[in-house]
């Protein structure tokens, strides 16, 4: 049966029994921060079974879209690894039970696919007697094609120590005696090649409690998967999946975007760049891109693998942008989605292949060098783990990759610390830069009003040191002075003591604690009792340019796209500056677009709303959006403008949208690959 009919056969299989037919959802986990990509068809369902949510259908089925690297480097040299892939299922929440859902994975395998019956197996979970006895009373599987197998195979979950969790009872094809291992009890559950597993119904009927005992669930209930690639690989007599119908096309398209041949020297490659490449597509459609961090970097990772591979053969140029075209016009009309995004994901593979290729030559080179240094069996030294990771951008997983093909070991310990000790340089430099001198280095508590206070009387100047050129870096126990963090600059003002006045020329944190640079107007500085002034006009303006970079995060997510990520931003006085991640530049249409609605939030005159110590995962649910690259404490504080913005922010703001009072782009330029910025006035400097 092709993959067309597969699918439309499933859904209407269990369509017919009642199941409400439900889309795939996205490949970003939505309330589940836990997961780096959906990998299984009942992540979108998982509150049904526990209760928590009140589930909108009793049954349901799915083809899911998923993403799993954790195999990344068997793709290709295997028959059946994949990164991306998408899982066939049915599910029951608190509806039907073992009695049903047994008999209909049968009944669709043999009558709708019609698989050879005589081939099935199936498996169930030692202690099943009720899975068994459903499997040779009701289907009538010989009982020599039920093998029971213990826990480690056939019992899922609990996720963590405690929740859901039953057994589980899998259907294996046979793929013939010929793949046979010629262990003495080759059977379902064996390591090697002969029985693959294509259907696995899982049971959660316990709800695990912590310290191990086991009560009956709420919703107990059904779970299956079943991966349309390897259902299309046994259903058409395949021995790979890379056979079926689903990716010998594109295999072929990949080998004719590369004017070479299929053959034995380039398939592997071939299957390579497919598989990785339909990861790419359907993971930026879904509003992820290539970075260095988290989803961005797994994914990154997944195209200099596609690419080495296919160095490696011959190729030079950026190709995988090409095999995104096609494989977008195979699939775009189960997932419409992925026309809509066709430009932008070509747009963004492609730059980044030319960034990988940059570098990709070199580092192979590299790369030949270490092969005639060191000899099988030797242990590749951290620091050149590093140079090949930092210079080069051989990610440290590909690396190893292409150290097992060589018979090298590596040193991951030395590679680890060398990566430690380049996250503290790069620390200690942005501390240098934006901490100013430091000449304090006491630890000294401090009490931060800057968010309600604009002058403090009776506070204590208890520490103070000269800088060079005459200026003062002085510490307060009560603050009114913003320091400078998140973009925002620092506040100014002044300070009056007894028989002295200074300046306040900046404000900024010195080893985490907040402190100001001063200028001494007149007297002499000496530790005491102080009345301190932050500059009210400059923080209003700073505070004008602050909640309007928020406007503006949230309008450009809604103009350019969702996927618009904030790389970074610098709040001055009456001016902004924001840079996010984006491939094309904004159309003058789509400026003015973005124009118009932020000024839209500014005569609709909004409140912010400032909600400290919410719980990070929290604030996420809520879908509250964190800054790009940033790390955020346990609590963090949410400035949310209703119906429109919810950022965690730590910064000053306006108490309502209307105070900005008028706001103009000034230009929209590229900074570096793949990086926009806009600039922007507000307040006083935009009239
Ligand atoms: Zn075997
Ligand atoms: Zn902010």
Not at 638 to 661: D, K, Q, Y
Request: aromatic share 8%.
């Amino acid at each position: 049966m092709n993959h067309r009919e597969l699918r439309r056969t499933f859904l209407e299989f269990f369509a017919e029994r009642g199941h409400k037919i439900v889309p795939s959802s996205p490949l970003v986990p939505k309330d589940d921060p836990s997961l780096l990509f959906t990998s299984a068809g009942m992540v979108q369902f998982k509150p049904y079974w526990a209760g928590t949510v009140e589930p909108p259908y009793r049954r349901a089925c799915s083809i899911q879209k998923c993403l799993r690297a954790s195999d990344l480097d068997q793709v290709g040299r295997t028959p059946r690894h994949h990164t991306f892939f998408e899982m066939m299922g049915n599910f029951s929440f608190g509806d039907y039970f073992k009695d049903e859902a047994i008999p209909w994975a049968w009944q669709y395998l043999t009558e709708v696919v019609k698989l050879d019956r005589n081939r099935l197996w199936a498996s169930v979970f030692e202690e099943d007697e009720e899975a068994y006895d459903i499997w040779v009373k009701n289907v009538g599987l010989p009982e020599a094609r039920v093998v029971r197998l213990g826990a480690k195979d056939n019992f899922w979950g609990p996720a963590g120590t405690s929740g859901a969790c039953g057994p589980c009872s899998e259907i294996y094809f046979d793929l013939g005696p010929k793949l046979d291992c010629g262990g003495e009890r080759c059977a379902p559950g064996c390591d090697c090649d002969r029985f693959i597993e294509v259907y696995n119904n899982v049971f959660p009927q316990f709800n695990q409690l912590p310290g191990g005992a086991r009560e009956p669930l709420k919703n107990r209930g059904i779970d299956t998967g079943m991966g349309l690639e390897r259902l299309a690989m046994v259903s058409q007599g395949k021995k790979s999946s890379f056979d079926s119908d689903l990716f010998a096309p594109l295999v072929r398209e990949a080998a004719q975007i590369l004017d070479t041949e299929p053959d034995d020297r380039n398939r592997q490659m071939l299957r390579v760049a497919v598989d990785h490449t339909r990861a790419l597509v359907f993971a930026i459609t879904d509003g992820i891109i290539p970075s260095n961090e988290a989803r961005g970097y797994v994914l990154r990772g997944i195209l200099r693998r596609a690419l080495l591979f296919a160095h490696r053969t011959g190729a030079r140029e950026p190709f995988l942008y090409r095999v995104a075209g096609a494989i977008i016009e195979h699939m775009k009309q189960w997932y419409p989605e992925l026309a809509a995004k066709r430009e932008q994901a070509a747009m963004i593979v492609k730059s980044e292949e030319e960034r990988f290729l940059r570098t990709l030559e070199a580092g192979l080179e590299r790369w030949q060098g270490l092969l005639e240094r060191f000899r099988s069996g030797d242990i590749l030294p951290g620091g050149e783990l590093f140079k090949l990771h930092d210079t080069f951008g051989f990610h440290i997983e590909l690396v190893k990759e292409l150290a097992v093909e060589a018979g090298l070991e590596l040193d991951l310990a030395g590679f680890e610390s060398a990566m430690l000790a380049q996250r503290e340089r790069s620390k200690s430099r942005s501390t240098i830069d934006t901490a100013g001198a430091g000449a304090l280095d006491d630890a000294l508590a401090t009490e931060e009003r800057w968010h309600d206070q604009l002058e403090v009387e009776d506070v204590e100047l208890d520490r103070f040191a000269p800088l060079a050129g005459g200026d003062y870096e002085l510490h307060l126990s009560r603050t009114p002075f913003y320091p400078e963090a998140g973009g925002q600059v620092g506040d100014t003002g002044e300070i009056e003591g007894n028989g002295f006045r200074l300046e306040v020329t900046n404000s900024y944190r010195s080893k985490g604690v907040p402190v100001v640079r001063a200028k001494l107007l007149a007297g002499e500085v000496a530790a005491g009792p102080v009345r301190a002034r932050v500059d009210v006009e400059r923080r209003r303006e700073i505070e004008r340019a602050h909640t309007a970079t928020h406007l503006l995060h949230a309008t450009l997510r809604r103009v350019v796209g969702d996927y618009v990520k904030q790389e970074g931003s610098l709040v001055e006085p009456g001016r902004l500056r924001f840079d996010f991640a984006s491939f094309e530049p904004l159309t003058p249409e789509q400026v003015t677009e973005v124009e118009r609605l932020v000024i839209e939030q500014v005569l609709a005159d909004k409140p912010l709303n400032r909600r400290p110590d919410v719980p990070i995962e929290e604030a996420k649910k809520a879908g509250a959006l964190a800054l790009f690259g940033e790390q955020y404490g346990e609590k963090v504080t949410v400035v949310s403008i209703p119906g429109f913005s919810a950022e965690l922010c730590g910064g000053t703001h306006l108490r309502r949208t209307g105070e900005i009072g008028s706001f103009i782009i000034l230009s929209e330029t590229g900074v570096a690959a793949g990086i926009r910025r806009i600039e922007a006035l507000v307040g006083r400097a935009a009239v």
